[in-house]
């Protein structure tokens, strides 16, 4: 079993086999390709550059979808462009061999909480059907979020995976703010304990009242308390989404390899 740690991030497409090589030599195993603002690569050219340059150098490699999604919108046509930005980061994710693509659900809004799931249900549903006709073998991530005024409760997201076979992405410093602070890294993850693969994030972070207010670098106490908090018995990925992800991500290294 294997703890891998790697940051959100590969800079160019072009540069992309010097920073492996560079993200190699310093521990790290893994990196997520944050298509935040939409899906930047878009030739399968450059995707199976970026997968080939991972195989070389030993980087398994995951995909975050783009942040302008919501599949509990009031508007049809908003789920839709939801689900076909899911889509085209998943047929990218296909092409590098990508293990999971990770993806923010939804937003409440006026709905109570079970319609809010069983809206995201039915869209998750949709999509794996299509990834199912595809054949591709790309996971589909829901993430657990920070903010309480967001879908994506731990509870919440174990619910999907049990009732739709979708994965998920355990973002503790999420968790860790959605609860103003009052759960620790241990108790979260214990509710995701009997998975034998966790695709985790982990970074500082501010939170208020709401929750989440932004990332920070992340403090090497932190990662110490995380280091204590999961089992190495488990095959992990921990990307970090610091403004500093490569560094932190050597920190992580460091401190769990002493743990």
């Known amino acids: 079993m294997t703890i891998k740690f790697g940051p959100s991030g590969i800079g160019s497409v072009k540069d992309v086999e010097e920073t492996f090589k560079e993200y190699n030599e310093k521990g790290i195993r893994a990196a997520e390709i944050p298509f935040t603002y939409g899906v930047f690569i878009k030739k399968k050219e450059d995707a199976e550059k970026v997968g080939n340059a991972a195989k070389k150098w030993n980087i398994s490699l995951s995909i975050h979808a783009p942040y302008w999604i919501n599949l509990n919108s009031k508007e049809s046509n908003k789920i839709e462009e939801s689900k076909q930005r899911i889509l085209n980061s998943c047929e990218v994710g296909e092409w590098m061999g990508a293990k999971i693509v990770v993806f923010h659900a939804g937003f409440y809004g006026k709905d109570d909480k ?9 869209a998750i549903i949709e999509i794996m059907e299509r990834i199912k006709e595809k054949k591709w073998k790309v996971k589909l991530g829901v993430e657990t979020m920070g903010k309480i005024n967001v879908f994506g409760s731990a509870e919440e ?25 009052k ?49 190495r018995e488990k095959n992990i990925t921990i990307i970090n989404e610091s403004p500093f992800p490569v560094e932190d991500s050597i920190i992580a290294i460091d401190i769990f390899g002493k743990g």
């Open 114 to 122: 079970e319609k809010t799931y069983q809206n995201i249900k039915k």
């Open 183 to 231: 759960e620790s890294y241990k108790n979260i993850y214990e509710k995701f304990k009997n998975f034998s693969n966790l695709h985790c994030h982990f970074s500082g972070i501010v939170f208020g009242e709401k929750g989440e207010r932004n990332h920070k670098k992340t403090p090497s106490e932190e990662l110490k308390k995380l280091s204590l908090a999961v089992s």
């Open 157 to 181: 997201v174990l619910r999907l995976v049990k009732e739709t076979g979708c994965s998920f992405c355990l973002d503790f410093a999420h968790l860790y703010s959605r609860s103003l602070g």
